[in-house]
C-alpha cells in the first residue's frame, strides 16, 4: 500500500469543520494559533461570523490550512507518504511534510493571504467551466479577459478574473455547450497574472522562513510541475504558485505513477477525494468527511475498516 495525503484548496470551509477533532490534544495548539490570527477562539469564530468572514480570502485561507494541519497532526500516520496540495492546500502540504512547524505553516499562509489581498482587484474572484476541450476553454476565457487558473481532471477548468467577466464567461460557457459553469466562493483571481504582484512579497517572507527538509518517509510533491520539494531552493515555486496555472490532473497523474494507491483528503470537503473517484475508480480513496472517528479513518488507512 502506498499512501497519498490530498490538502483541500479555500472555498469548502463550514462551520463544523473542526468537530471531529476538538477533543484531541495534538489540535489544541495549531487551533490556538488559528485562533490568535483570527482574533477569537477559532470555535467562536466559526459560530459567530457571518458568511461574508467566513468567505473572505485571509479567513478562508487561515480556516483551510488548518483543517488540513489539525487533520494530519490528529491521525499522526507512521506509514511513508505522499502529501500534495490544491491551490493553498499547498502550503498545507509542506507544513504537514514538516518543513515548517504548523505555528510557522499557518502564519506564512496568512502572510500569503495578505499579499494576495493587497495585489487583488477588490472584485476579482473565481469560477469554474465543466464539459468543454481545453482549447476552447483557452479561447473563451481569452474573450473575457479571464484565465485558466487550475486544471482539473475530466475537463474541469478553474478560471480566474473580474467577478463580473468570471460571471460572463460562464454564462458564455453554457451556450457554448458546458455542462457546468458558474462563479465559486473564492474572492481572489489566485493563480493568474492578475496577483503577481503578491508573488515578490511572498517570496520575501518565505525566504525568512528557514524551511526544513521534509521530515524522512514524507514525500512532497508541488502541485505546479508535480516535482519533488527538498526545501530552501524550492521557495521560489511556492511564491510563483500565487499567478501561476496549476495543473492538477498533473499531479494525481504524477501521484499514480509514483505507484499510489490509498488516497485521502484531509478536507474540508470531498472535492478531491471525488475527482479522484472519478478519474481513478480503481484507486481506494476517501475524505476526511467521509467518517464520523479519528479511528474510522485511521482503520480505513490501515486496510482493517471501510465503513464511515
Do not use: K
Not at 98 to 104: A, I, M
Not at 204 to 229: F, W
Amino acid at each position: 500500500m502506498t499512501l497519498a495525503l490530498l490538502c483541500s484548496g479555500q472555498g469548502r470551509q463550514d462551520r463544523a469543520m473542526f468537530d471531529l477533532f476538538v477533543d484531541d490534544a495534538r489540535a489544541a495548539p495549531i487551533l490556538t494559533e488559528a485562533g490568535a490570527l483570527l482574533g477569537q477562539d477559532i470555535r467562536t469564530f466559526l459560530q459567530t461570523v457571518d458568511d461574508a468572514t467566513l468567505f473572505a480570502n485571509r479567513t478562508s485561507q487561515i480556516l483551510c490550512v488548518t483543517r488540513g494541519l489539525v487533520a494530519a497532526a490528529c491521525l499522526a500516520p507512521t506509514m511513508p507518504f505522499t502529501v500534495a496540495g490544491y491551490s493553498v492546500g499547498e502550503m498545507t502540504a509542506w507544513g504537514v511534510a514538516g518543513v515548517w512547524t504548523p505555528e510557522q505553516t499557518l502564519r506564512l499562509t496568512a502572510s500569503r493571504a495578505e499579499a494576495m489581498d493587497a495585489a487583488s482587484g477588490p472584485n476579482d474572484g473565481l469560477g469554474f467551466v465543466r464539459g468543454l476541450a481545453c482549447d476552447h476553454v483557452e479561447a473563451l476565457v481569452a474573450g473575457f479577459d479571464c484565465a485558466i487558473a487550475i486544471v482539473n481532471p475530466g475537463q474541469l477548468f478553474v478560471i480566474g478574473g473580474a467577478r463580473e467577466t468570471v460571471q460572463r464567461c460562464c454564462a458564455a460557457a453554457m451556450e457554448e455547450g458546458a455542462i457546468a459553469a458558474r462563479p465559486i466562493a473564492v474572492h481572489v483571481a489566485s493563480h493568474t497574472r492578475r496577483l503577481s504582484h503578491a508573488v515578490g512579497v511572498f517570496r520575501a517572507q518565505l525566504e525568512t522562513s528557514e524551511p526544513a527538509r521534509p521530515v524522512r518517509g514524507r514525500t512532497l510533491i508541488t502541485a505546479s510541475d508535480a516535482s519533488i520539494v527538498s526545501g530552501q531552493r524550492d521557495l521560489p515555486g511556492l511564491a510563483a504558485q500565487i499567478d501561476t496555472m496549476i495543473d492538477w490532473a498533473a499531479t494525481l497523474e504524477a501521484l499514480v505513477e509514483r505507484g499510489v494507491d490509498r488516497l485521502l483528503e484531509l478536507g474540508p470537503g470531498t472535492p478531491l477525494a471525488d475527482m479522484v473517484r472519478t478519474t481513478y475508480p480503481a484507486l481506494a480513496v476517501r475524505s476526511f468527511d467521509d467518517f464520523r472517528s479519528l479511528q474510522g479513518v485511521a482503520g480505513w488507512i490501515a486496510g482493517t475498516a471501510y465503513g464511515a
